[in-house]
């Protein structure tokens, strides 16, 4: 069965300073990677994703993630972090067909002044 | 643009009560999808649909039914509440690739 696994359960960090989040996932397949945000009482957000192609994908907000084949990775980096960044941050991973996701534990990032 | 919108936001339930939760999608998606999220382990899903008048099991489907009477609708039916029930539920919908966009969840407390 596919698992995708997250690391980190909290990262601190201080502003301006630059993260990255740690995903690994298990499979012998193809798969498609996602990175969700969830800010405090609220739903998930796309932040970036990996469907084929470039192997580098970026958001809009200048988080930028890796597929890494080889290493069944897909970490999650900003160079330089801001408070609004504080949220917890999903990794998945398609799994079975029909777009089913599996998701890893999360990660909640703590940005701080 | 309304997108993946769940109704109840919150809940209280007493153990063995029965409720549903609504989920509604403007964006006639095919696919659409009951995730629970349970503190240190992600989102787990509960059952999916993957056109009008289907439905299949997900991870965690015990305890919980579904249907998909209209294409734009998802409804999940706790037909006799646990305590275990207790969760976050989310409801997605998305094409076949890429992206699942998802409601803004229900916080469902069952004592």
């Known amino acids: 069965a596919q698992s995708v696994t997250q690391l980190d359960s909290q990262v601190p960090v201080f502003e301006e300073a630059p993260v990255e989040l740690r995903c690994n996932y298990s499979?012998?397949?193809?798969?498609?990677l996602f990175w969700y945000v969830q800010y405090p009482n609220q739903g998930l957000q796309l932040l970036l994703k990996?469907?084929?192609?470039?192997?580098l994908v970026e958001s809009i907000n200048g988080f930028e993630a890796e597929f890494n084949k080889s290493q069944t990775s897909f970490h999650l980096r900003k160079p330089s972090v801001h408070i609004s960044d504080t949220a917890e941050y999903f990794c998945a991973v398609t799994s079975g067909g029909y777009n089913k996701l599996i998701f890893g534990a999360g990660t909640r990032l703590a940005v701080h002044p | 643009n309304a997108g993946v919108t769940q109704t109840p936001k919150f809940r209280v339930l007493k153990t063995g009560q029965s409720m549903t939760l609504l989920c509604a999608q403007d964006m006639n998606h095919e696919y659409m999808y009951w995730y629970r999220q349970d503190p240190g382990m992600g989102l787990r899903l509960i059952h999916y649909s993957v056109g009008e008048g289907t439905t299949a099991k997900g991870e965690v489907p015990d305890g919980y039914n579904v249907s998909r009477l209209k294409k734009q609708n998802f409804l999940l039916g706790l037909e006799s509440a646990a305590p275990s029930q207790t969760s976050v539920y989310f409801c997605?919908?998305?094409?076949?690739?890429?992206?699942?966009?998802f409601g803004q969840g229900t916080r469902l407390t069952v004592v």
């Open positions: 990996y469907l084929s192609g470039s192997t």
């Open positions: 997605a919908s998305s094409e076949d690739v890429g992206a699942a966009f």
């Open positions: 499979s012998s397949v193809s798969v498609y």
